[in-house]
């Protein structure tokens, strides 16, 4: 594949990973709380731009846009998954209120042991390559992006993993942006009072991003 292609690729996908997004405020929500849990799920992430990548190179990922019911079955799952996730945060920071500062302070560093979500680097993992795969957007937009840049004589399959490692390499360097700045954060805001706070916010805008992601798949 020509060098070209791969920089003008380079650009697009860059555009794309700037935009904010369910994966966006996922990996938010667990880089709050460390910032080796962040990196765990746009690891995880990564697993599935890879995925959906290999999909459109197979053209799988065409099923989507011919068949509109499974591109919104699929956005409805990943919309309540999302909403699952800040809910129930939202309900654990909600407990973590009650408590006592120093109970507060140790309660929301091991949240992921008590809370319906679990912080561990495997359950981050987890939570960013379900986020992910089930983002039917992903699919359409391999399908979008892809073609224009893959020669008409190449592999398409093997152009569409090159093009996929360019992207997921893009979304990870700047996800672990984000993982910094949000590790900033939790040094700025030490306190048990500001943690839960934190934790109240991210946990809502991971549920709004859900709420948006299943009422889109009915719009």
């Known amino acids: 594949m020509p060098f070209s292609a791969l920089l003008g690729f380079a650009g697009v996908a860059l555009v794309v990973v700037?935009?904010?997004?369910?994966?966006?405020?996922?990996?938010?929500?667990?880089?709050?709380?460390?910032?080796?849990?962040?990196?765990?799920?746009?690891?995880?992430?990564m697993v599935s731009v890879m995925a959906w990548a290999a999909l459109a190179g197979l053209g799988v990922a065409a099923l989507l846009q011919r068949y509109p019911a499974i591109h919104q079955a699929i956005a409805v799952i990943g919309g309540l998954y999302l909403l699952y996730l800040g809910l129930g945060s939202l309900v654990k920071a909600k407990f973590l209120a009650g408590a006592t500062a120093a109970t507060a302070r140790t309660a929301t560093r091991s949240l992921a042991a008590t809370g319906p979500?679990?912080?561990?680097?495997?359950?981050?993992?987890?939570?960013?390559?379900?986020?992910?795969?089930?983002?039917?957007?992903?699919g359409l937009l391999f399908l979008a992006l892809m073609p224009p840049f893959i020669p008409a004589d190449s592999n398409m399959l093997a152009s569409a993993l090159l093009l996929g490692a360019v992207f997921g390499i893009i979304g990870l360097l700047y996800f672990m942006v984000l993982t910094f700045i949000a590790a900033r954060a939790m040094d700025w805001f030490k306190s048990p009072k500001a943690s839960i706070w934190l934790e109240r916010v991210s946990s809502a805008a991971l549920a709004l991003m859900g709420a948006v992601v299943f009422i889109g798949a009915f719009v």
Do not use: C, H
Not at 20 to 42: E, S
Not at 117 to 137: C, D, H, M, Y
């Open 18 to 45: 700037l935009s904010p997004g369910p994966d966006t405020f996922l990996l938010l929500r667990y880089a709050l709380n460390r910032p080796r849990n962040g990196i765990a799920a746009a690891l995880g992430m």
């Open 117 to 138: 979500v679990e912080f561990t680097l495997w359950q981050s993992v987890r939570a960013g390559t379900i986020s992910s795969a089930l983002n039917p957007k992903l």
